[in-house]
């Protein structure tokens, strides 16, 4: 079992910039992909980035250029940092763990809100 803890969501003016972070705890060895998901109301989860073992990262196109995710191997923690948000990316954001086996690993989700 890996249990995830989220935090840095909340609310900044279009232009501006958040750090989420998501804490790793328990079976961390299984981890294979850390990564964030977002859901804005009325539409389906959506990757936004995800980062492997080994450095290796992926970006939605919408956020490629803005928004840059990293891990602390050490503390088993992700992170997403955002600059210029847009309103377009309002939505909670949830933290994604895929281990080598078995069922993906999902946070609580944090709200980011975008105003313009």
């Known amino acids: 079992q890996v249990q995830l803890v989220e935090s840095g969501g909340g609310l900044v003016q279009a232009g501006g910039s958040l750090r989420l972070s998501c804490a790793a705890s328990g079976s961390t060895l299984m981890i294979n992909v850390m990564g964030w998901y977002r859901q804005a109301p009325g539409k389906q989860r959506e990757l936004v980035a995800s980062?492997?073992?080994?450095?290796?990262?992926n970006y939605a196109d919408s956020v490629k250029g803005r928004f840059t995710v990293s891990t602390d191997i050490v503390k088993n923690t992700v992170y997403l940092q955002m600059n210029s948000l847009k309103p377009e990316d309002t939505a909670v954001y949830y933290c994604n763990v895929n281990p080598w086996l078995g069922k993906d690993y999902w946070g609580q989700g944090t709200q980011v809100t975008v105003s313009s």
């Open positions: 980062i492997t073992k080994t450095g290796r990262t």
